[in-house]
């Protein structure tokens, strides 16, 4: 390590001099050295489209499921009004 007249600090390794900081104390994390991780943006949800295969087949179960509430309902309905 060498130190300047002018107070830097310096080191030398294999023959290449390198030019030293001194990191305050009370630093958690070095703006120079660490790397600062950015927030994660979430993700966006992928929804596909209503032709995916995998859309479709969930949609007829829900209209068959539906179907058969429609259904329900028109019976009671049909029943309170006779």
């Known amino acids: ?3 300047a007249f002018d107070g830097n600090l310096y ?3 294999n023959d290449v001099i390198y030019g030293l900081d001194i990191i ?4 958690v994390v ?3 050295f660490d ?3 950015a927030e994660e943006k979430p993700r966006k949800v992928y929804i ?3 032709k995916h295969p995998w859309r479709s087949q969930e949609f007829y179960l829900y209209l068959r499921e539906e179907e058969s509430k429609w ?3 028109v019976s009671q309905q049909s029943k309170s009004i006779c």
């Open 71 to 73: 259904k329900k309902f």
């Open 11 to 13: 080191c030398c390794i």
């Open 24 to 27: 305050p104390k009370h630093a």
């Open 30 to 32: 070095s703006k120079v």
């Open 1 to 3: 390590m060498i130190e």
């Open 48 to 50: 596909p489209n209503r």
């Open 35 to 37: 790397n600062i991780k």
